[in-house]
């Protein structure tokens, strides 16, 4: 078995810090944030995230993309500090280091698929006491577009175990609509947690298999993950 997660909102609550980072850096090399106080994050990608917020304030795709490279390397200097100075109110939720236990028991294989740059994505995890624990992954530094990166990551799973892991062998976990629409469009299985910012209700309503309030029941979710049927 192989299983995906995101991020934010799914394995951690990363305290606003990748947001104020963002903020600082494309003050730096762009010169505005466009209009970031209206734009949740919540699954898109960073250059998602990025693209949308540019756009809104006039730059043409041709001038972001020029600074795009230099985007991401104040990005990470500033998440560095930010992860730092927020170290407080980083967490990873209930439930989660139980629920990576019981899976590295069972021999699943662990792996992320994850709308954050690579190095964003390694901070945070570290940042939240999950660093070592996914050995690849697929992150938005692979591509702009968060349905591509399921058969990216599915790919890395090869290259790490030289196992082809099946649709139905595969889940994602995560916390929005658009980690459901990752894994549909791949014909993956998901597991939707509504500990980030849709509810059960909201996330049933967007075609998850399973949904649940939180990882916080390790065995129930272990059943879930381990069960060979799709949810009714
Ligand atoms: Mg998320």
């Not at 069972?106 to 740059?117: C, D, K």
């Not at 995890?125 to 992954?137: H, I, K, S, T, V």
Request: with cysteine; proline share 4%.
């Amino acid at each position: 078995m192989l299983v995906l997660f995101d991020i934010d909102g799914t394995l951690v609550h990363a305290g606003g810090a990748g947001r104020a980072a963002l903020e600082s850096a494309m003050i730096e090399v762009y010169g505005t944030t466009g209009p970031i106080d209206e734009l949740p994050f919540d699954g898109l990608t960073d250059p998602q995230i990025a693209y949308t917020l540019l756009s809104a304030a006039g730059f043409d795709e041709g001038s972001i993309e020029k600074g795009l490279d230099l985007l991401w390397v104040s990005y990470l200097n500033c998440l560095r500090s930010e992860l730092i100075i927020r170290q407080a109110d980083m967490k990873s939720y209930p439930g989660v280091l139980s629920l990576l236990d019981a899976l590295d028991e069972i021999g699943a294989t662990l792996g992320l698929v994850t709308g954050n740059i690579s190095g964003g994505a390694h901070g945070k995890l570290e940042a939240c006491g999950l660093g070592g624990r996914f050995l690849f992954g697929a992150f938005g530094s692979d591509a702009v577009d968060r349905n591509d990166l399921p058969p990216i990551a599915i790919e890395r799973a090869f290259t790490e175990t030289g196992v082809h892991f099946a649709p139905e062998e595969t889940w994602i976990v995560g916390d929005t609509p658009q980690d459901i629409a990752c894994a549909k469009a791949s014909g993956l299985r998901v597991l939707a947690v509504a500990t980030g910012r849709f509810s059960v209700a909201a996330l049933k309503e967007a075609d998850a298999d399973w949904v649940v309030p939180s990882l916080d029941h390790t065995a129930d979710v272990m059943t879930i993950l381990t069960s060979s049927s799709r949810a009714e």
